[in-house]
């Protein structure tokens, strides 16, 4: 399954590191963040990627190149503007396979993605998320997800605190690519606010529960986190 990652983001919330390089080469135990995911896919046998960029995106394509440096084949897609998580997916759809593994380039989730894009395929939907309960670990992030008995999420409500909300989004997803090449080209389009509340109401957005948390680095409370960790 190919691999797609969304790294085009503008990271204000790092200013001013984000000033000089874009959120996911942030250097972290001195590497870039971006590298630990990347470094990740390809150790569990997944051989292509794009990288969907925006904001200084090339400081990503030179450091990473064509990828076999680090074991991997990377091609790459760059936003004319700013188009938003599913935006930025249907400005590449030309690039993109029938179903696709779909990571934010600024959170890291160490889990098996092959069994990620085993259970999309064996419970066929248009889209499934990976979902965690901070019970285990809190990550710092609200729950923002409800499912059903069945698997299917039956709500997603970002920034309250509900108890309806059992889990939290863990920035891991895959898609069939058909969900994205309907959306209007060229068009800021967001994943959160319009594509998920469109297949809830399908039934057609499904969850995968993990355990294990993840860890992001979009404040700089979370980014000094994961560093003491990776020192």
């Known amino acids: 399954m190919q691999v797609v990652i969304l790294a085009g983001g503008l990271g204000t919330r790092l200013r001013p590191i984000t000033e000089r390089v874009p959120k996911p080469m942030v250097e972290v135990g001195g ?3 971006l590298e630990y995911i990347i470094s990740h896919v390809a150790g569990q046998q997944f051989d292509r990627m794009l990288i969907l960029l925006g904001y200084l995106g090339e400081q990503v ?3 990473f190149g064509d990828g076999r440096n680090f074991g991997i084949s990377i091609d790459y897609a760059f936003e004319p503007k700013p188009l938003g998580t599913a935006g930025a997916v249907r400005n590449a759809i030309g690039q993109v396979d029938t179903e696709f593994l779909l990571l934010y380039g600024d959170s890291f989730l160490p889990i098996d993605y092959q069994a990620v894009a085993g259970s999309f395929r064996k419970n066929p939907s248009r889209g499934l998320i990976v979902v965690y309960d901070n019970r285990h670990a809190d990550t710092g992030v609200l729950n923002n997800v409800a499912l059903g008995s069945d698997g299917v999420v039956t709500r997603y409500e970002k920034g309250c605190v509900d108890p309806g909300l059992q889990y939290v989004e863990a920035g ?3 898609f069939q690519r058909e969900v994205f090449a309907k959306l209007p080209p060229i068009k800021p389009v967001s994943l959160e ?3 998920y509340p469109e297949l809830i109401a399908q039934r057609e957005l499904r969850a995968f529960v993990t ?3 993840f860890f992001d680095i ?3 409370e979370r980014l000094e986190e994961f560093s003491a960790k990776h020192a």
């Open 211 to 213: 355990s294990q948390r």
């Open 172 to 174: 891991v997803l895959c």
């Open 61 to 63: 394509r030179d450091y």
């Open 218 to 220: 979009g404040t700089p």
């Open 31 to 33: 590497r870039p963040f």
């Open 193 to 195: 606010q319009e594509l």
